[in-house]
Nanobody, 117 residues
Framework: QVQLVESGGGLVQPGGSLRLSCAAS????????MGWYRQAPGKQRELVAS???????NYADSVKGRFTISRDNAKNTVFLQMNTLRPEDTAGYYC???????????WGQGTQVTVSS
């Protein structure tokens, strides 16, 4: 059974930092492309950052220079370091694992990030 378990969300003041983690099980983690998405109330889910199985990274323009995605294949975990947080970063953050060659796509349950003073 595939599980993606996010952690690290919470309430933080503007300008603060959080580090999200997503621990995967039930998949061969190293061959999966991993991504962080977010969804704010009333808005569509959007890609925040992704990291391929070959460690190529991609970021939404709104988070470039502030967020960093990384992965630890030995721990089956992907991270999202979020710095200089803004109120508009407030959303549910979701981890995604994709192996497109086999059309495999999995989601975590999400973790809430709230940026407010």
């Amino acid at each position: 059974q595939v599980q993606l378990v996010e952690s690290g969300g919470g309430l933080v003041q503007p300008g603060g930092s959080l580090r999200l983690s997503c621990a995967a099980s039930g998949i061969v983690f190293s061959i999966y492309d991993m991504g962080w998405y977010r969804q704010a109330p009333g808005k569509q889910r959007e890609l925040v950052a992704s990291i391929s199985s070959g460690d190529n990274t991609n970021y939404a323009d709104s988070v470039k220079g502030r967020f960093t995605i990384s992965r630890d294949n030995a721990k089956n975990t992907v991270f999202l370091q979020m710095n200089t947080l803004r109120p508009e970063d407030t959303a549910g953050y979701y981890c995604n694992a994709a192996y497109r060659r086999m059309n495999r796509d999995y989601w975590g349950q999400g973790t809430q990030v709230t940026v407010s003073s």
